[in-house]
């Protein structure tokens, strides 16, 4: 009978905490469904990761590679969160590297399905060597994906010149979504992202040529959405794939038991405790993600921006790496601290975002629109004031404009700068000014999509169980 089948799945994700913390948490969802997750990566990676509820254990296991030192990338840097922006193509060496421990694993564990990310094209030879099936399991959203179009204009050839010859091709909508939109990439953003996609690296590989290479070899595409929030995008990919695009839900982290946050008497406490002293839906929560490096410039205008607003604010800033040595007070405008003490306050390191999120006073979210960051927010129904910085960031944003779910902050159009003045702007239309009211009702619409999440993580379980594997005898561990 299938429910006596035993279904092994491994887990690999790109050693990025933007990539790993969503593989995660899809692990513990099939955990919960019965099937055995080995989920790969570093130790320094493992030990950064969330712990396995205790009662998966037996079937959510880590397994340990060691990552090979390579010329370029720093000793014991694991994840892009431990390098500068252009020493991730040595990470990307690194990483390619694992294929010999990869496929060892394969063959001595045996496992049904592979669920990867785009990043490891290596696992497509293996897999087909030892029988297993591959999903590819996207942490970015649809619209970024489709955005790129036919998988054969994204490698070396005539597709790829005619399409996409130059940045500057990113700032125009292209004849394969056909259906109107905004979503294009701006042009300040335009050089950054094409180097990022379509530019050579130590690898060998762009990330285009990964993707191809990855989704060429897999039996369908998974992604981290629902139709409710993405539905034409999905049938897009799914069109321009050839093969089945599965949304398995916005994958939520699960909120602490019966709501209670647990109390660590450390800076955590401190946020709380001041939330809790501010008024319902009154504050903007203001943080960047683990993988955007802020320059002096941007941290001072984004400060300008709250100061402007005169809206009270809670903003998770990470130290950025130009002022590791320096006192957090001088890190901001001089002043800055004192001037807003009465109505802000600045949280200097890591936050509880789903915390913070979750909390009744917050009312809007300044972020840089990574996909997992607005998987969050959508939860607790909160308007996005979005200041997209680095990869798909641009075109989160103007998809979320594009839903009525957003006020994008304005900026230089050649040189993507922007002044306090236009995040003050942004932020109060988007909180309190008549304008944006259709924005905030629409945010607040946007919670009830997370009710569906278990019948679309249900419909992915019988995939596996009924769809991909063959059924045939699967002997237990």
């Known amino acids: 009978m299938e429910s006596h089948l035993q279904l092994h799945v491994v887990m690999l994700p790109w050693f990025a905490f933007g990539h790993m913390i969503p593989f995660f948490l899809l692990s513990v969802v099939l955990a919960k469904a019965g099937i055995r997750a080995s989920f790969i990566s570093t130790r320094k990676n493992?030990?950064?990761?969330?712990?396995?509820?205790?009662?998966?254990?037996?079937l959510l296991k880590f397994v340990e590679f060691q990552l090979p030192a390579v010329d370029g990338l720093p000793e014991g840097a694991e994840a892009t969160i431990d390098i500068a922006m252009d020493q991730i193509q040595y990470l990307k060496v690194s990483y390619d590297r694992l294929s010999e421990q990869f496929k060892n694993f394969i063959s001595n564990e045996a496992p049904q399905v592979i669920i990867q990310d785009f990043a490891p094209h290596w696992t497509v030879d293996i897999a087909r060597e030892f029988g297993v099936r591959q999903i590819m399991f996207s942490i970015f959203s649809s619209v970024f994906w489709a955005f790129f179009g036919p998988l054969e204009y994204l490698v070396e050839g005539e597709g790829l010149r005619e399409h996409w010859p130059s940045a500057e091709s990113?700032?125009?909508?292209?004849?394969?979504?056909?259906?109107?939109?905004?979503?294009?990439?701006?042009?300040?953003?335009?050089?950054?992202?094409?180097?990022?996609?379509?530019?050579?690296?130590?690898?060998?590989?762009?990330?285009?040529?990964?993707?191809?290479?990855?989704?060429?070899?897999?039996?369908?595409?998974?992604?981290?959405?629902?139709?409710?929030?993405?539905?034409?995008?999905?049938?897009?990919?799914?069109?321009?794939?050839?093969?089945?695009v599965i949304p398995i839900g916005l994958l939520p982290p699960a909120p602490p038991p019966c709501g209670k946050r647990e109390n660590t008497g450390g800076d955590e406490d401190k946020i709380f405790k001041w939330l809790d002293g501010q008024n319902v839906k009154s504050v903007m929560f203001a943080a960047f993600g683990s993988e955007v490096k802020l320059s002096k410039d941007q941290v001072h205008e984004i400060a300008y921006g709250l100061e402007l607003s005169k809206l009270p604010f809670l903003w998770a800033l990470r130290k950025p790496t130009w002022a590791l040595n320096d006192d957090d007070e001088s890190i901001l405008p001089p002043g800055f601290l004192s001037r807003t003490a009465s109505v802000g306050m600045v949280h200097m390191g890591w936050a509880p975002q789903w915390g913070i999120l979750a909390h009744p006073s917050i009312g809007g979210f300044l972020c840089h629109c990574g996909w997992g960051s607005i998987v969050e927010n959508l939860q607790h129904g909160h308007v996005f004031v979005v200041l997209p910085l680095i990869i798909d960031q641009g075109l989160n944003a103007r998809f979320l404009v594009e839903k009525g779910l957003a006020v994008e902050v304005e900026r230089n159009l050649s040189d993507g700068s922007f002044k306090g003045e236009d995040v003050a702007k942004a932020s109060r239309k988007g909180m309190v000014e008549k304008e944006g009211e259709s924005i905030r009702v629409r945010a607040n619409e946007m919670k009830s999509m997370f009710v569906k999440d278990d019948y679309y993580i249900d419909a992915f379980v019988g995939y596996l169980k009924r769809d991909l594997v063959v059924k045939k005898d699967i002997s237990p561990p």
Not at 46 to 58: A, D, F, G, K, W
């Open 170 to 244: 990113l700032t125009t909508l292209h004849k394969w979504v056909d259906f109107p939109s905004t979503v294009v990439i701006r042009m300040h953003e335009a050089k950054d992202f094409f180097a990022g996609a379509f530019g050579q690296n130590a690898s060998g590989f762009t990330d285009v040529e990964r993707l191809a290479l990855v989704v060429g070899g897999c039996e369908a595409v998974a992604v981290r959405s629902c139709r409710e929030l993405e539905g034409e995008y999905l049938d897009l990919l799914e069109k321009l794939y050839r093969k089945p």
């Open 46 to 58: 493992i030990q950064r990761l969330p712990r396995v509820p205790s009662n998966l254990e037996h």
